[in-house]
């Protein structure tokens, strides 16, 4: 099936830091990504959904100026989490949406294996 | 009440059985996702139903829109299929965006 991969798989920094992830169709043209954030025990929750080439489009409580999202092509979207503070320490995952051959469908959404964020 | 509705929250299956897990919701929806986590927290996508039955190896998907209910069945269930199961609604039109529920995890033993 298709592939979706996010770098890094985790990370570790020092409060106040900024903190880039990277999410990347690999076989597939991603009309759409989205972002989620998913906390222990709980379901995942959408932070941005984001279309390439253009600005992306947050649910409401998420900070844009603090998670800033760039979909600079049809592969790759960032996340950069701004200024981090332990309360981001989250699992972050990304998934994108797009035409693939395997699904024969332009709706199916593959989601990336996730980063792991620690904010100390 | 939640647009969806997972049943049960926690499944525990001896290798071999048979396993239902439920999905029911209140809204209309263009499809309904299945999607495994394994420990670890990697997602795989699946199913995605937007009506009747699909089938991949052991596991099997159905949907009944009139009755608004979905069930992912794994027949010969083994340990590895142990991982929490989570049924998501995608609404209409042009909103993309899925409606996750709580999940079902299940437990395998051998």
């Known amino acids: 099936g298709a592939v979706v991969s996010q770098h890094p798989s985790w990370v570790i920094c020092k409060s106040g830091t900024s903190v880039k992830i990277e999410c990347r169709s690999l076989d597939f043209q991603a009309t759409t990504m989205f972002w989620y954030r998913q906390f222990p025990k709980q379901s995942l929750m959408l932070m941005a959904t984001s279309n390439e080439g253009s600005k992306a489009t947050y649910e409401q409580g998420v900070e844009k100026d603090k998670f800033l999202i760039n979909h600079a092509s049809l592969t790759l979207s960032t996340l950069t989490v701004t200024s981090a503070h332990p309360e981001d320490s989250s699992f972050y995952i990304c998934?994108?949406?797009?035409?693939?051959?395997?699904?024969?469908?332009?709706?199916?959404?593959?989601f990336g294996p996730g980063t792991r964020l620690t904010v100390l | 009440k939640n647009e969806v509705e997972q049943s049960p929250q926690n499944l525990t299956a001896q290798e071999g059985e048979f396993i239902t897990i439920n999905c029911s919701y209140s809204?209309?929806?263009?499809?309904l996702h299945w999607l495994q986590q394994h420990p670890g927290g990697g997602i795989v996508s699946l199913f995605m139903l937007s009506s009747g039955k699909k089938k991949h190896g052991r596991l099997i998907a159905t949907i009944n829109i009139q009755e608004k209910h979905s069930s992912l069945h794994i027949t010969a269930s083994h340990p590895r299929d142990s991982a929490v199961y989570i049924c998501a609604l995608r609404s209409g039109g042009s909103n993309y965006k899925l409606t996750f529920g709580k999940g079902t995890l299940l437990t395998v033993n051998p």
């Open positions: 809204v209309g929806i263009s499809a």
């Open positions: 998934s994108a949406r797009g035409f693939t051959w395997t699904s024969g469908d332009y709706n199916e959404q593959f």
